[in-house]
């Protein structure tokens, strides 16, 4: 598979998995009070991590074959996810939609990174 294609497809998992923890997380706010701001990072990170060694659990072959593909993974696809999670977010602000803390780009980088390290690392010297 092309370096791209291998970019993309990893960004389209990280995404959609994203979606699905922001769709829980709007569930969620409405029925508790606000969180605050590190302990919601502390948990985007660690949801992020878990769910990225869980992918690495069912699919322990890399998605992205080559050793620097990999690196540039860690610094392209965060970054990436967090911006469209934060025009989404953009997008909810301008319906009225109510935000969760997912629906910027911080705490979307946050969580993207955490999983992309958590399916790099086991695999970083392979």
Not at 48 to 71: D, K, T
Not at 90 to 99: C, Q, V
């Amino acid at each position: 598979m092309s370096f791209l294609a291998e970019l993309l497809f990893e960004f389209v998992i990280q995404f959609v998995l994203e979606i699905l923890v922001e769709i829980g997380a709007h569930t969620v706010k409405r029925d508790r009070g606000p969180i605050h701001p590190a302990l919601a990072a502390a948990g985007c990170i660690f949801l992020g991590g878990l769910l990225g060694w869980v992918s690495y659990l069912i699919f322990p072959q890399h998605l992205i074959s080559h050793p620097y593909a990999r690196i540039a993974n860690l610094a392209i696809t965060p970054i990436a996810v967090g911006l469209a999670l934060g025009a989404l977010g953009a997008w909810r602000a301008k319906r009225g939609t109510e935000l969760v803390r997912l629906d910027k780009f911080a705490y979307g980088y946050a969580f993207a990174l955490a999983f992309a390290l958590a399916r790099f690392w086991p695999g970083a010297a392979s």
